[in-house]
């Protein structure tokens, strides 16, 4: 059984990431020797997550005591009201801070099972074990943790790190492409704002992600980790570079807000159609060539994910998208904060481009020409 380890480190936490194939069985291990003291485990499961992964874990664990919960996770459960309820259930279980929550599927169980972490007696161990592509190269890393509210996405959070990210690529193979599309989206976007040869690297290898190739996918994820913990490790609490992160997620949350988080628009279609929308801009403010744009297109054509495009092609369309722009938590001075791109590998910095609303109106017919 082949291990790829990253470790992360800043100034007040560190952690291992564990990549590799059928690697779960590592876990209780890990928890003797990370968490010391628990004696209880709260396993909150994604609910969708098939019943044979499910019993493989808590077979493991068979020397905790360990309390099973499942998640019916979506943007709309992904609530403060279900937090509430949530912790009610730990208060009652009588959990103290020295045992521990796993949660255990894709980004929305992970940021609703660290976020109850984070509050859970001002903070309780934590370890992430995503189960699907995006979790798996987004959600689980960073720390970043939250739900949502009736105004946006991820507005109510915490910053909170877990102990351990265990990311075992056999889960994926229950994974549908759409699914697998999802976790693509952030993976191409770590190629675009950091790394030209990860870049090339995926016009040629783009279709083995998607047949589930173990070991192109332990690459991708490994290669996709290191890049968002580059900007991670320069800005923990995300004031300035690891802002660069959100490149094409300004656009992304206004689609899925407006389309009220349907599973007819999951958040990696809507990260890769806003990765369209940012570099038209990026084009449009003359940061950015044609050329580069053009070569972005061409990997969505030869991935059939041109429909992304086509769903957000029109000026009309993106006036549609305004409203939902303005409510963005990046925001600043009543102006919608974008991260552009320069080139396939570099962006431009964090706060250079905040746009009016007035102005966005104003370059709306100019996205039709691209």
Not at 197 to 207: H, V
Not at 250 to 269: L, P, Q, R
Request: hydrophobic share 40%; glycine share 4%.
């Amino acid at each position: 059984m082949k291990i790829n380890k990253i470790d992360y480190k800043d100034s007040n936490k560190s952690y291992s990431i564990l990549i590799g194939n059928n690697i779960y069985s590592v876990l209780s291990s890990k928890i003797k020797s990370l968490c010391p003291r628990t004696r209880k485990v709260a396993l909150i499961f994604d609910k969708g997550l098939p019943y044979s992964y499910k019993s493989k874990i808590i077979k493991n664990l068979k020397n905790f005591d360990v309390h099973v919960y499942n998640f019916n996770a979506n943007e709309k459960t992904k609530s403060i009201k279900s937090v509430i309820l949530f912790l009610e259930k730990l208060l009652y279980k009588n959990f103290n801070r020295s045992d521990l929550i796993i949660g255990i599927g894709g980004g929305i169980t992970l940021d609703f099972s660290g976020f109850v972490a984070s509050i859970f007696k001002r903070g309780i161990n934590f370890i992430s074990v995503p189960t699907t592509l995006l979790s798996q190269v987004d959600a689980a890393i960073g720390g970043k943790t939250g739900v949502n509210s009736k105004f946006g996405k991820n507005l109510i959070g915490s910053f909170f790190q877990p102990k351990l990210v265990l990311s075992d690529t056999s889960f994926l193979k229950s994974l549908k492409k759409k699914e697998m599309i999802c976790g693509y989206a952030e993976i191409l976007k770590h190629a675009v704002i950091k790394d030209r040869n990860f870049f090339n690297w995926l016009k040629l290898n783009t279709k083995y992600i998607f047949s589930y190739h173990s070991k192109k996918l332990v690459y991708a994820i490994q290669k996709s980790c290191n890049i968002k913990l580059h900007f991670v490790n320069k800005d923990v609490n995300e004031k300035n570079v690891r802002m660069i992160l959100n490149f094409g997620h300004t656009f992304a949350h206004a689609i899925e807000v407006k389309n009220n988080y349907s599973k007819n628009m999951t958040h990696g279609e809507a990260v890769l159609s806003g990765m369209i929308l940012a570099t038209k801009l990026s084009v449009i403010k003359k940061v950015c060539n044609k050329k580069t744009l053009n070569e972005l297109i061409e990997i969505y054509r030869n991935n059939s994910l041109i429909y992304l495009i086509k769903k957000y092609d029109s000026a009309k369309d993106i006036k549609k998208l305004i409203p939902y722009l303005k409510n963005d938590k990046k925001n600043d001075d009543e102006k919608i904060n974008f991260i552009l791109l320069n080139k396939i590998g570099k962006t431009t910095q964090p706060n250079k481009y905040k746009i009016s609303v007035k102005e966005l109106k104003s370059k709306l017919k100019f996205f039709n020409r691209y």
